[in-house]
């Protein structure tokens, strides 16, 4: 069957240490993939894609990883930051016919000051 | 300032009554979408609309119905014979259809007394 997962525990770090997230999925092929920032009760927020024939990507503080052979993404946030704690939800777009936005369930990270 | 508006930010909907949810945007997207966001489980795909006067059934779209009739307004009607309405709605829109980044609203949470 097709899965996309993300850690369902919650993920704790220390301020200035790097936050690594991940991302599986199963019997999907992706076109892409994008993470969103969701903060309590608010909208997800778009914050990176990453296509299939990319390896990695960055912004700012932020890098993506993207390994198609193991069927894996890593965000990572480095230097976290307290305002960094939220939900962060991984989403791909599947290639193919039926393209819409596969979401996981995300991961919520908190980070101690 | 562009972006997304939804309203209510909380409803409360007495059984067997049908309610209505407001999603309008002002950032000159074709293409709008509304999710379902429950605990333990992904954005789920309701309706969506490529264009005005057209949309599509989502994957959960039994007991909701949409209109789009202006470009930039889309709203959700959960009628009385959605028998698990109680959750956090998510308007969301992007340039087109497929395009990659999906833009959210501030989302409505709707409870059934």
Redesign the interface.
């Given at each position: 069957s097709q899965k996309i997962e993300q850690n369902s525990e919650a993920l704790n770090i220390q301020e200035g240490k790097t936050a690594t997230l991940t991302c599986n999925y199963t019997n999907y092929s992706p076109a892409y993939l994008q993470w969103y920032r969701q903060d309590p009760g608010r909208g997800p927020v778009f914050l990176l894609l990453i296509r299939e024939n990319e390896k990695e990507k960055r912004k700012e503080r932020l890098k993506v990883t993207f390994d198609t052979t193991l069927k894996q993404s890593l965000f990572h946030i480095t230097a976290s930051q307290p305002a960094d704690s939220a939900t962060y939800l991984c989403a791909l777009r599947n290639a193919g016919n039926n393209r819409k936005l596969i979401w996981g369930l995300g991961t919520s990270l908190a980070v101690n000051p | 300032d562009g972006g997304?508006t939804q309203s209510p930010k909380y409803l409360f909907r007495k059984e067997g009554q049908n309610v209505t949810l407001s999603c309008e945007q002002n950032l000159n997207h074709d293409a709008m979408y509304w999710y379902r966001q429950d605990p333990?489980?992904?954005?789920?795909?309701i309706y969506?609309s490529q264009i005005v006067n057209d949309f599509q059934k989502?994957d959960i779209a039994e007991g909701y119905s949409v209109s789009r009739e202006k470009k930039e307004s889309f709203p959700l009607t959960v009628t009385s014979a959605q028998k698990n309405p109680t959750a956090?709605y998510?308007c969301?829109s992007s340039i087109r259809v497929?395009q990659?980044?999906?833009?959210?609203?501030?989302?409505t949470?709707l409870l059934v007394l």
């Open positions: - | 997304i333990g489980q992904g954005l789920r795909l969506y989502g956090f998510l969301a497929y990659e980044t999906q833009y959210f609203g501030p989302g949470r």
